[in-house]
């Protein structure tokens, strides 16, 4: 594909996202579908109460019709291009579910932290057997000994890494622009990697996305207008598991998404260490709460976790390309 066959599936996804948010916006506003925020959670972000929120619906289905006008386009809506948009509509089925529970509730609490992790292992489970019944080979490099075909060690680390990487873009979802900035360039780095490997489809996949989260960014940049909402985070962190097994990269997300690492790893660190010793090492977790409780400014933690993402998916690359 050359740039301008690249270009056409990011504009229209961006076209798309950036056409119907306002109706969505205006929608929920009409209807008192608003946010609401955690109690434990900084005093500040009380006023972000009643933001509407689910705006992943708008550009997950704006991604999802871009994708497949583009396969047809392209002759490439396969098996391969079937698997990206089933993990990516699945994880934002569940995020739906669980924002939509939260509105009905009116608190902040949908879904149950078990029934959303049965969900996950049970969508990354389907995934694997999408995976097996394609014919594809179960290939997973481990470190120090090379790649490994091994249908047992790839189902297990593809349902680990699909679950464990939807949470953590769950996790940073936190303040305004943070997860649009953040995963457009942990998207961007794969549609690079995806476009040196020829693999169109999840070249494809990764413009549609990060042409969707651009249009959705006008409308969540600071002061928000609309919030993703786990039918966004969610979606786009199993998107982000599964380009890394399709280009056979998966180690390399755990530095192209860095600051999704670093924001798991700082509630893990943050649970064990008040189980364990009863302190907290963090003011809040996840950590960039840490930063707004130590007197940042919101806009001040996004910026500087934009630079580390970018930095962190531009050194992504260089080891990969």
């Not at 006008?69 to 291009?81: D, P």
């Not at 481990?142 to 949470?167: E, H, K, R, Y």
Request: proline residues 3%; aromatic residues 16%; neutral net charge.
């Amino acid at each position: 594909m050359d740039w301008t066959e690249m270009l056409m599936p990011f504009v229209i996804s961006f076209g798309l996202t950036i056409s119907i948010m306002p109706v969505f916006i205006g929608y929920f506003k009409i209807r008192q579908f608003g946010q609401v925020t955690r109690e434990e959670g900084p005093l500040w972000h009380e006023v972000k109460s009643g933001t509407p929120t689910m705006g992943g619906v708008v550009f997950v289905l704006s991604a999802t019709f871009t994708l497949i006008g583009s396969a047809i386009w392209k002759n490439v809506l396969n098996t391969n291009t079937f698997m990206l948009l089933f993990t990516l509509l699945f994880f934002a089925v569940i995020g739906f579910l669980d924002d939509f529970l939260k509105i009905f509730k009116k608190q902040n609490e949908g879904l149950t932290s078990k029934q959303k992790f049965l969900a996950q292992l049970f969508g990354s489970t389907v995934f694997v057997l999408l995976y097996y019944f394609s014919g594809s080979i179960p290939m997973i490099s481990v470190p120090f000994i090379g790649p490994v075909s091994s249908w047992i060690l790839f189902a297990i680390f593809t349902i680990v890494w699909i679950t464990g990487f939807s949470n953590a873009v769950n996790l940073t979802d936190g303040l305004d622009g943070l997860v649009a900035g953040t995963a457009f360039f942990a998207y961007a780095a794969y549609a690079y990697i995806a476009y040196t490997q020829q693999q169109v489809e999840v070249l494809l996949f990764c413009l549609v996305i990060i042409g969707g989260l651009l249009g959705f960014f006008f409308f969540n940049k600071k002061p928000a207008k609309i919030f993703m909402g786990d039918v966004g985070s969610l979606s786009l962190g199993a998107g982000l598991a599964v380009v890394s097994l399709a280009l056979h990269q998966e180690w390399s997300l755990l530095i192209i998404g860095f600051i999704f690492v670093i924001e798991t790893a700082s509630v893990i660190l943050q649970v064990g260490s008040f189980k364990l010793r009863g302190k907290r090492i963090f003011k809040m977790s996840p950590i960039h709460h840490h930063f707004e409780m130590s007197g940042w400014s919101e806009w001040r933690v996004v910026l500087t976790f934009w630079l580390i993402g970018l930095l962190a998916a531009i050194l992504g690359l260089l080891l990969v390309v």
